[in-house]
């Protein structure tokens, strides 16, 4: 027998055809409450959509570890080679609005969270192991170019590549967006990063710096930008197409998880800033360690509970797994929980997507509040305040205390002191790491993006690329000139500044 149709409150509704009218013609009755309650749901059938990487496809799955690594983390994720630990994956892309299409260019956000014996730790990466700033300053700013016009509320490449050409340490993070990695095939062909460097502590209370590589084992696939073109034509859709069908089918993508460690002592002794989110650790000095597996395997039964709903944040780490002096980091661990109070509400982690699934799950003295919907949980009906004289009632563990993070130095407003620090990587990735092949297509899907740009925002950011090797400018110089410009570009004047900004001593 098929259920019973009910209102909010379990009443049972006798129509949901048919509105409650005075006679025939209408008109409604005030009182027609259970077609009230219909159509103010659907009032609120949307939340806020996140201001980045909204548009996201999700799924279940687990890691499994292969590798003993309890000598740099004490994490209980890790504490056994075959222990495996459930896991919510949801990527996305970073500028599009919810609606936007899948196989745009774009950096891809690779966000886990693990719901491990100690709680949920968040791994919140990026396809990209580095970033376009390095400070959470620019960060507003950047977005904003990244978004649309306030006037025209259009994509605007001119605010894009003027931000980045007042920014050199952007160009790493460009140059990876405009290069074969820029468009993924779909999530099972990219590799996903921590980016951050963060930190382990062992039992010993020894704490390491570390990188998280997540690689993926179908190999890397892309789509060219001319075969993104037609394919969004066809379907806007095609990562949650492809996904959706993968997991049905069976066909279950894989990741090996690797970590890079740094000891303390080795952060002096490198040419760089380890802590600096637009560069990477050179394999060749610290290679990948593999840790486990990461298998996705079951698509959510409902979308927008598991995925809509799902709610990462770095600031979500377990014992075992600390943060870093990275700033961008810093400042993630304030503005990612901050963003999910504002777009879920107060108790967004006690959602099914954010809820910790081991027992015993959450024992905190934090009241009431918009949909307190689960009890206080503190051990003692009378503990709804701390100190108290309750022996059940939930207490700290100093056990699970983090080793002392060294700190010094003089409080300033700092950058980069090496002017060609920001270059020197990148030079890496296009000159040596890149192939003729893969270079040539770098060359024209940037071209092909900066040509709609002014005359002026052009020059600066080849002078940036120039900075990088002379013949990345040529390449793309030569690209830009045999496509068509953007009529609408602002004219360069005497008063138009040229050149990029020189980093501060
Ligand atoms: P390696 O030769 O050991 O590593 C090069 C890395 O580049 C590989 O991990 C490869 O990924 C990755 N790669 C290849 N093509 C691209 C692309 N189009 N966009 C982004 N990454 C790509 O060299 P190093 O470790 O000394 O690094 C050299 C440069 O490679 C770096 O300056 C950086 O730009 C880039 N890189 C380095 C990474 C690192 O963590 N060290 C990670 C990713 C990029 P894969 O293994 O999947 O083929």
Redesign the pocket.
């Known amino acids: 027998m098929s259920k019973r149709l009910t209102t909010t409150a379990g009443a049972p509704l006798p129509s949901n055809e048919h509105s409650l009218t005075a006679g025939q013609r209408g008109p409604v009755l005030m009182q027609d409450y259970q077609l009230l309650e219909k159509l103010a749901h659907q009032n609120r059938e949307r939340i806020p959509e996140r201001t980045v990487h909204a548009k996201g496809w999700g799924a279940f799955g687990a890691l499994t570890i292969t590798k003993d690594i309890s000598r740099y983390s004490c994490a209980k994720i890790f504490s056994e080679v075959g222990k495996r630990t459930e896991v919510l994956a949801r990527w996305s892309t970073v500028a599009g609005e919810a609606g936007a299409a899948d196989a745009e260019r774009d950096v891809r956000g690779f966000s886990l969270k693990f719901y491990t014996e100690d709680g949920n730790w968040d791994m919140v990466g990026n396809n ?3 970033f376009f700033v390095r400070d959470a300053y620019k960060f507003p700013d950047f977005i904003h170019t990244q978004k649309r016009h306030p006037a025209t509320n259009l994509r605007s490449p001119e605010a894009m590549f003027d931000f980045w050409a007042g920014q050199p340490e952007s160009v ?1 993070q460009v ?2 967006l405009m ?3 820029g468009i993924p095939k779909n999530p099972a062909h990219m ?1 996903g ?1 921590g980016s951050h460097t963060y930190s382990m502590w062992n039992a010993e209370g020894e704490r390491f710096w570390v ?1 998280f ?1 997540f ?2 084992q179908q190999g ?1 696939d892309f789509h060219t930008a001319e075969e993104a073109e037609t394919l969004i034509g066809k379907t806007r859709e095609s990562y949650q197409e492809d996904l959706y069908a993968m997991l049905e089918e069976g066909r279950y993508p894989k990741w090996t998880f690797c970590i ?1 460690v740094m000891s303390e002592e080795d952060v002096a002794k490198q040419g760089f800033n380890p802590f600096d989110l637009t560069k ?5 000095d ?1 290679p990948l360690i593999e840790v486990g597996e990461l298998e996705i395997n079951r698509n959510p039964e409902n979308y927008f509970m598991y995925v809509e709903n799902a709610a990462f944040s770095p600031s979500n780490v377990v014992p075992g797994i600390g943060f870093s002096p990275d700033k961008m980091l810093q400042a993630r661990v304030f503005s990612y929980a901050d963003a999910h109070r504002y777009r879920l509400g107060t108790h967004y982690e006690a959602l099914p997507a954010n809820a910790p699934k081991a027992a015993p799950a959450t024992h905190n003295y934090h009241k009431d509040g918009g949909m307190r919907f689960f009890p206080p949980n503190t051990g003692h009906p009378d503990a709804y305040y701390e100190p108290n004289q309750l022996a059940e009632a939930a207490r700290a563990d100093g056990t699970v205390a983090e080793p002392p993070l060294r700190i010094d130095g003089d409080a300033a407003r700092y950058d980069q002191a090496d002017p060609d620090a920001d270059y ?3 030079r ?2 296009v000159m ?3 192939d003729e092949d ?1 270079r040539a297509r ?1 060359y024209r899907n940037m071209g092909g993006a900066m040509a709609p740009c002014s005359d002026s925002v052009k020059e600066r950011w080849f002078e940036v690329l120039r900075r990088v090797h002379p013949d990345y400018e040529a390449g793309v110089r030569k690209v830009v000139a045999s496509a068509p410009g953007d009529t609408n570009a602002l004219p360069v004047t005497e008063d138009t500044p040229l050149g990029v900004r020189e980093p501060a001593e």
Do not use: C
């Open positions: 990209t192991p580095v790493h140059t990876i290069s074969d990695r590799n990063y990188k590589h690689k993926t890397h890079q990477v650790w050179p394999h060749g610290f020197v990587q990148v890496a990735l040596e790491v890149m893969e770098l």
